[in-house]
């Protein structure tokens, strides 16, 4: 069985841009989280989609935003680009009930330049 | 909220022994808790998970324990192997499925 597969693998932006990460999870899942990793704040969540809608939120700002497609593929994107915004995305796929095995991706390295 | 905390950043065992990572959590409602391990370069790997109806719980050379009165979860890696070096989290899930992680502790296996 395939795992979490997320592209890109890497990303070099400029301030003030906008990017668009995707993320495959795993066949049968159907719920997506994405995290942001970075090595002051850690690992933070993101947000969570769940048959197509957003389940859960964390505290970021309305620049980061997401969506989920009915085969469970999920994007984020990131408008205007920070320097902060730099970290690895990651994305965790489960079947969506609560309190099940959340299985990670990769990630996608973001570099805003 | 609350989060998740780890009172080592590194620990250094040697090749053989068993480790223990330690982690601290705050959240008297979190339910379900996770260690992930995570090596350089890729996403983090699913270990142990243990839920809140539960004190101990064991895999392959691994065992996690919940003590919910003082709010601790311990990882126990056996017979420690070069492989088992990597970053571990440990993460609560108190709210749907969203998971608050610690800070990570560095484990490190010498020969």
């Known amino acids: 069985k395939a795992g979490v597969t997320q592209t890109p693998r890497y990303l070099i932006k400029t301030r003030g841009q906008q990017v668009t990460l995707s993320c495959s999870p795993i066949?049968?899942?159907?719920?997506v989280s994405w995290y942001q990793q970075t090595p002051g704040q850690g690992l933070q969540f993101l947000f969570e989609?769940?048959?197509?809608?957003?389940?859960n939120k964390g505290n970021f700002p309305g620049r980061f935003s997401g969506r989920q497609f009915s085969n469970s593929r999920s994007e984020m994107n990131v408008s205007t680009l920070e320097l902060g915004d730099s970290a690895l995305y990651l994305c965790?796929?489960?079947?969506?009930?609560?309190?099940?095995?959340?299985?990670f991706g990769q990630g996608t390295r973001l570099t805003v330049v | 909220g609350e989060s998740v905390g780890l009172h080592l950043p590194t620990l250094s065992v040697q090749e053989g022994d068993n480790s223990i990572i330690n982690c601290a959590y705050s959240?008297?409602?979190?339910?379900?808790f996770i260690w992930y391990k995570q090596e350089s370069g890729k996403g983090p790997q699913f270990i142990i998970d243990?839920?809140?109806?539960?004190d101990k719980r064991q895999g392959q050379r691994v065992t996690v324990l919940l003590n919910k009165t003082v709010k601790h979860l311990s990882l126990q890696i056996a017979a420690t192997q070069p492989g088992d070096s990597a970053v571990y989290f440990c993460a609560e899930n108190y709210d749907g499925n969203m998971l608050t992680f610690g800070g990570g502790t560095r484990l490190m296996v010498k020969p």
């Open positions: 965790a796929s489960s079947l969506g009930d609560r309190d099940t095995e959340a299985f």
């Open positions: 243990i839920r809140s109806n539960m």
């Open positions: 989609y769940f048959s197509e809608t957003q389940r």
């Open positions: 959240n008297s409602a979190s339910d379900y």
């Open positions: 066949s049968g899942h159907r719920s």
